[in-house]
């Protein structure tokens, strides 16, 4: 890393020079009171001492369900962070500009923050022409970019792919590469895509997982028996977990199917999230044939921790989502599909499974061997503290 030389000249408790950092959420969206890695290094950074800035777009969720835009303005996350949230560059239309994420404002921000460390998330957006711009004033500030575009979820069509992110986010991506410490990436999808598609050299590329808070010890003892217990879910029980927005892609009907290959009485299934209409009724009527399985529905992300705390198999055949680090990180197995970011991450502490064949097999085996959840649990724990400790991670863009 490189030397951090505008230091606020006071120590912190752990004896280390304290710093000032700037987030900023400007190539994408930015959702209050959520736990995505845009709202928790900020958070855990505070914690630490640190004194934090987030400034963001305009854009965020809209009752938990569709994007949308909040007014330009400034006020305090929940845990007491500034957050300044600044419109738009008008480029010819509103829908134009929103693409293009030029930002008024942006430049006297990071003026009158002054920062140490300036943590860009994303990559794109005509945003990063000021930050590099102000990088050149301020050559002793440390900036970060982090990747999180994959073809998963980035360049799904032939416009996005060759217009949006290899004519413009690969370039603006490339010019900022000299200015930066580090270009972090979540996944190994997510290097492929900085390599393949804006075509960036690997000498600052560095692996920088999504994390999550590990609860261990007595805080998960005590959160897995308050869950356990409102669930009616014995000690002999085996709990399986499945959480998110239970579209085709996660392959929730698919466990369900599973479940009913197996007919063990102490294996129970909670579900936890949102059914889409498209498959609502699939989903219900395969609850409806099995009394072991329970929808929960929506959750907040601390009853989702009881959860999580409460299981013993954390199920996620399909799609991708963050939760699977917040399951390793309370000491729960996981059972995956292979993406190839999770094959050279996880080991020890996983089934991987393609099939419906496949997951009935990983249900057979806990039941006949319960033991093994706990190998698996400790496999996960190593991994969380090693891998996934968001107050590991956040240290990282400060020493």
């Not at 912190?12 to 890695?37: F, M, P, T």
């Not at 430049?107 to 930050?131: K, M, N, Q, R, W």
């Amino acid at each position: 890393m490189g030397k951090v030389t505008h230091v606020l000249w006071c120590i912190s408790w752990e004896g280390k020079a304290l710093v000032r950092i700037i987030h900023c959420c400007l190539s994408n969206y930015y959702i209050d009171r959520y736990s995505y890695q845009e709202n928790i290094l900020p958070m855990q950074n505070k914690v630490d001492g640190h004194s934090v800035m987030i400034i963001a777009s305009t854009e965020t969720f809209i009752d938990n369900d569709k994007l949308g835009y909040l007014s330009p303005g400034s006020y305090e996350t929940e845990y007491g962070v500034p957050i300044k949230r600044l419109p738009y560059r008008r480029i010819i239309s509103h829908f134009l500009s929103s693409k293009l994420r030029s930002y008024l404002g942006l430049v006297s921000e990071l003026e009158t923050f002054t920062p140490d460390v300036i943590f860009y998330h994303g990559c794109g957006g005509l945003a990063i022409l000021d930050v590099v711009r102000y990088k050149k004033r301020h050559p002793q500030v440390n900036l970060f970019m982090d990747s999180h575009e994959d073809l998963n979820n980035s360049g799904r069509n032939w416009v996005s792919k060759n217009i949006q992110h290899k004519l413009i986010h690969g370039p603006l991506t490339r010019y900022a590469y000299p200015h930066l410490e580090k270009l972090l990436y979540i996944s190994e999808e997510a290097r492929m895509f900085l390599l393949d598609i804006y075509k960036v050299p690997t000498e600052k590329l560095e692996f920088y997982p999504l994390g999550g808070f590990v609860i261990d010890g007595e805080e998960r003892a005590k959160r897995r028996l308050r869950a356990r217990t409102e669930l009616g879910v014995c000690t002999h029980d085996i709990l399986l977990c499945h959480s998110g927005k239970m579209d085709r892609l996660k392959r929730t009907q698919d466990i369900l199917h599973a479940m009913a290959n197996v007919k063990a009485n102490n294996l129970r299934l909670i579900l936890v999230g949102s059914l889409p209409e498209d498959t609502k009724d699939e989903i219900l009527s395969g609850m409806e044939e099995d009394s072991r399985v329970a929808y929960l529905g929506w959750k907040s992300a601390d009853e989702l921790l009881d959860c999580l705390c409460a299981c013993d198999l954390y199920l996620q055949p399909g799609s991708q989502s963050a939760t699977m680090i917040s399951a390793i990180c309370c000491g729960a197995p996981v059972m995956l599909y292979p993406h190839k970011s999770y094959l050279p991450m996880l080991k020890g502490n996983v089934w991987y499974v393609d099939t419906v064949d496949d997951m009935s097999k990983v249900f057979s085996e806990v039941v006949e061997n319960p033991r093994i959840l706990h190998e698996k649990g400790i496999a996960s724990y190593d991994l969380a503290h090693g891998v996934f400790d968001y107050r590991n991670l956040a240290s990282r863009i400060y020493e």
